[in-house]
C-alpha cells in the first residue's frame, strides 16, 4: 500500500488532508476533534488583531450543491485565541489563519501564532465579504507580495498564502506570493455568490454578498490548482468542494500536494478525513502509486 504521507515545503503530514479555515476550528476542543477523526492537519479560524462579531443573521443558508455564507470573520481577537490553540496543538499540527488591512497587522498576528505554537501562518489574503480585509487586499498582485515578504522576514515557520478565485489575474497572485517567498499558495477561497428572495424581493444575507462553498465550486478549484501548476513551482493546497476521495485525487492530479475539507464536514461530520484518506489508499493500492507525490500534477504530462 502506498504512503499517505505529503511534504509541503520543510512541513511532513501524515497525509494530506487538512481542516480548511471556518469550520469546527473556533475552539481548540473542536480541532483536537478533527485531528483525532483523522485529519493531517487543521487551519484555525481566521483571527485578526481585536474581537469581531461579524455580520449579523442571516449570515448562512443552503443552496443547490453548496452553502453561501457571509459571515464576517466573527473571531475572539488574538490575544483570546491563545488558550485555543495550545489545546488544539497537543493532537497535532496546527496552521494559524490570520487577516489584516495591512501588512504591519499580518506581521504583528503571525508571530502572535508562531508563538502560540502554529506551524505556519495561512494568510487570509481571499474572504470576499468583509470590508477592508480578504480580497480587497489579495486581488494586487503588489500588495500581496509586500505582504508575504514582511511576514516571511519576521518568523521562522512557513507562510501560505490562500488566494480567490475572484480575479482574473490568479496566476499573477501566485506568483507574487512566490516571489515574495511565500513557501505554499492555498487554492481557492469561497466564490462571490448571493440569494434573491422573490416574495420580499431582497437579498436574504443581511450583507447581501456572501461566498459560495461546497460541491458547486469544486471545477472552478480543480481548474485554478492546474492554472497555478503551470505558473509557479512552490506547493499548493487544494480546496473547494471536496467531499470525497475521488474530488481529492482530482486536486493531487492537477498539482495539489495536499487538500483541505470545509463544507463537507456540514454532512459527512469530522470522519470525512479518515474516510477520504482510506479510499486514496484504496485507490493508490489498486492503480500501483506508491506515494502522494507520485501523483501530484500527473494530469499535466
Not at 51 to 67: D, I, K, R
Not at 253 to 267: L, Y
Request: charged share 20%; glycine share 12%; aromatic share 6%.
Amino acid at each position: 500500500m502506498g504512503s499517505l504521507k505529503t511534504t509541503i515545503g520543510k512541513l511532513e503530514f501524515t497525509n494530506p488532508s487538512i481542516l480548511a479555515s471556518g469550520i469546527m476550528d473556533e475552539t481548540g476542543l473542536s480541532m483536537a476533534r478533527v485531528l483525532d477523526s483523522g485529519a493531517g492537519a487543521v487551519v484555525s479560524k481566521s483571527i485578526g488583531t481585536k474581537a469581531n462579531l461579524g455580520h449579523v443573521n442571516p449570515c448562512f443558508l443552503e443552496v443547490t450543491s453548496g452553502y453561501i455564507n457571509s459571515m464576517g470573520l466573527p473571531n475572539p481577537g488574538i490575544d483570546a485565541y491563545k488558550k485555543e490553540m495550545e489545546m488544539a496543538i497537543i493532537k497535532g499540527k496546527v496552521i494559524g489563519s490570520i487577516y489584516g488591512a495591512s501588512a504591519q497587522e499580518f506581521v504583528e498576528l503571525a508571530g502572535k501564532m508562531e508563538d502560540f505554537g502554529a506551524c505556519a501562518i495561512e494568510l487570509n489574503l481571499s474572504c470576499p465579504h468583509a470590508k477592508g480585509y480578504g480580497i480587497e487586499v489579495g486581488t494586487d498582485p503588489k500588495i500581496v507580495k509586500d505582504i508575504v515578504v514582511a511576514v516571511k522576514s519576521s518568523i521562522k515557520i512557513p507562510v501560505w498564502a490562500k488566494l480567490t478565485p475572484n480575479t482574473h489575474i490568479l496566476s499573477d497572485i501566485g506568483r507574487a506570493v512566490e516571489n515574495g517567498g511565500g513557501d505554499a499558495v492555498v487554492a481557492i477561497n469561497t466564490l462571490k455568490a448571493m440569494v434573491i428572495e422573490p416574495e420580499f424581493a431582497k437579498p436574504v444575507l443581511s450583507n447581501k454578498i456572501g461566498g459560495l462553498s461546497g460541491n458547486a465550486i469544486k471545477p472552478v478549484g480543480v481548474r485554478a490548482v492546474y492554472d497555478l501548476r503551470e505558473s509557479i513551482s512552490i506547493p499548493i493546497i487544494g480546496t473547494g468542494g471536496i467531499s470525497n476521495y475521488r474530488d481529492a485525487l482530482e486536486y493531487i492530479m492537477a498539482g495539489a500536494s495536499a487538500f483541505q475539507i470545509g463544507s463537507a464536514i456540514f454532512n459527512d461530520g469530522p470522519e470525512i478525513f479518515r474516510k477520504i484518506c482510506g479510499g486514496i489508499s484504496k485507490f493508490m493500492k489498486r492503480y500501483g502509486y506508491d506515494s502522494i507525490e507520485s501523483m501530484v500534477g500527473i494530469a499535466h504530462e
